[in-house]
């Protein structure tokens, strides 16, 4: 059924045959799973979208719901762009979302275990030692560290695409401190305030049961001896770009947000500052990355972290989630070995496919890199927020080259992964005033506890909302969209 015609919002929705489009199939018709949706959108007319598109986007900024984009000269606080039109995904392909995102949560924490213990997986030559030697992230502070409930992990955001070929591919795990679980649940919020009507005709999952889940994961990694933990989000402040998140989390926890200044560590054990006097801290979520968190390990200078934090941490006093040191494991140079690291650990093939990825550190790989940059994307291994990406066939010649000699310069730093065509999904564009497709991609949010596994039904869809761009972080210009996980 070819109806876009029909609607006024649609009529000029142009279906690019090239691309993988989430709503229309390749003979233009809607797809089943979004065909009543579509019908309840269309039944308004365009001026009726604006006044809800601006009521969505005032309920985002009378609640708060802002980040920090980062220039050369100053940080500036943005509204996070929302489009009202969902993500639909059925039961049956978000069950093998699942599946996968857990699996690759296991195989990772395994793998920290190993590497900051016996290091069986290296010694066996399936990862390169230089690998682990050569990165920023790999902390010898961690060696022999046992952290409460085993587990390393504890939040990880697993960032995945569909591709024209209909399948979807794993492009990054994120298991440092990753971000956007406050804009998935905001962005259902907003949604419902301004279009609750459509609500009664899906059956989609819940996604404000994070917080709670946060909280039991954070419980079940308390240290030995106590009962009932006192747990913590700990920010670098205000000015950090997802303090906003720092504080939702706190809040919807039930549980402080607190900064360096608020805590302080005597005799190996943490203590909280209270009007009442000093008060145990038993489990922190720390969004203050590794080399700041303890300037009496790490950075000397730093003041957001807590001087002898990290030694409470080794004595067993006190979890951090995530463990510190994880981000050896985010290293997407670690991430070309992600299928070998799922078999070796849990002897099981991969549910999530990897794209294919070359490592510059292989001298083969760097030729050809080097050969091909206009059919690839380079990467920085160390970096997120979509920082240093240079995406090939959007070069001049003289960028090229001058990627060509940063990538020579320090081949450990890039990996290159062909050009994938993301998928695209109708998205409100306010310059045009109608629907465009635009590209999107998906961050789950998996939670590992002591005996306990969750991923959140939902997920953040981000949109690329620049024609044909295909970079959708939000620091990028990028926003998002609610993500409904339909009931089986």
Known sequence: MSISSQHAIFSSYEKNPELHDEIFNAQGEVKPLYRKLFELYGEHSISDFEKLNNKA?????????????????????????????????????????????????????????????????????????????????????????????????HISGTDLIKHKDGKYYVLEDNIRCPSGVSYVVCNRTALKRALFGVFN???AHTVTNYAENLLDIMESVKPKGVDIPNCVVLTPGIYNSAYYEHSYLAKAMGVELVEGRDLFVENDFVY?????????????????????????????????????????????????????????????????????????????????????????????ELQYVLDNIKKLVIKPVDEAGGYGISIGNKLTQEEIKKVQEEVKANPRKYIAQPIMSLSVHATYIEDSNSFEQRHVDLRTFTLLGKDKEFVLKGGLTRVALKKGNLIVNSSQGGGSKDTWVLKS
Not at 97 to 116: K, P
């Open 272 to 364: 909280m500052k209270t009007i009442n006097g000093p008060e145990r801290v038993d489990v922190i979520y720390r969004r203050v990355d590794d080399q700041f968190i303890d300037p009496l390990t790490f950075k000397p200078d730093s003041t957001l972290g807590v001087a002898g934090l990290f030694s409470a941490y080794r004595q067993g006093n006190v979890s951090l989630v995530n463990a510190p040191g994880t981000g050896v494991a985010d290293d997407k140079a670690v991430y070309t070995y992600m299928p070998e690291i799922i078999r070796y650990y849990l002897d099981e093939e991969p549910i999530l496919n990897n794209v294919h990825t070359y490592h510059c550190s292989r001298p083969k």
């Open 57 to 153: 986007k005032a309920s985002f900024f009378n609640q708060g719901i802002t980040f920090q984009v980062y220039g050369d000269q100053e940080s500036k606080e943005k509204i996070f762009p929302f489009d009202l039109f969902p993500r639909i995904i059925d039961a049956e392909e978000w069950e093998h979302i699942e599946r996968g995102a857990i699996q690759r949560a296991r195989a990772l924490n395994l793998f920290l275990e190993d590497v900051y213990h016996d290091k069986k997986i290296l010694k066996q030559g399936l990862v390169p030692v230089e690998l682990l030697s050569s990165s920023v992230n790999y902390l010898h502070q961690m060696m022999q560290v046992n952290p409460p409930g085993g587990i390393y992990n």
């Open 201 to 203: 005709h899906y059956q």
